[in-house]
């Protein structure tokens, strides 16, 4: 088995991705992928209006330009939660789907690097990136094997 997983939008592991399309339900309402739930999040509970419209897009890149649209109105403490809220997303989306949470399982205990050469923060930033999005990976995939007794 290989020491690091590289995890992009295409090939065996991409439905590991937020973006990947796989519904999310929460709190009664359908999501179309992770990813336009992570980015409603921003907006949910004090502006439920600017979060409806993210969760109604039909595809991902409408979700990311509305997001930047109506950055100013993100919620003021998203930076403390940020990392939290990408970790209970997945989670939520790996708890719905089994067989994407077999695929996430059978990465372990591998590292897991989102190859994103664009981006410095989620992903690898082509080796200067801090791959957060792979880490959140790793922990919900050790939050979900210990709930499962593994």
């Not at 590289?6 to 937020?18: A, D, P």
């Not at 990813?35 to 979700?63: G, N, S, T, W, Y």
């Amino acid at each position: 088995m290989p020491s690091v997983i590289k995890v992009n939008g295409y090939g065996e592991f991409s439905g590991l991705l937020h973006s990947s399309p796989h519904e999310v339900l929460y709190e009664g309402e359908l999501y179309p992928t992770a990813l336009h739930l992570f980015e409603a999040r921003k907006f949910l509970f004090h502006r439920p209006d600017l979060a409806d419209r993210i969760r109604q897009c039909k595809r991902v890149e409408e979700v990311i330009s509305i997001s930047a649209e109506v950055a100013d109105f993100v919620r003021r403490d998203w930076g403390n939660v940020i990392l939290s809220t990408m970790d209970e997303v997945l989670y939520l989306k790996f708890r719905q789907h089994d067989d994407l949470r077999r695929l996430l399982f059978s990465t372990y205990p591998v590292e897991l690097v989102y190859v994103e050469s664009r981006d410095l923060f989620w992903g690898d930033g082509a080796g200067a990136g801090m791959n957060e999005l792979g880490k959140s990976l790793m922990r919900v995939c050790e939050r979900l094997r210990v709930e499962e007794g593994m």
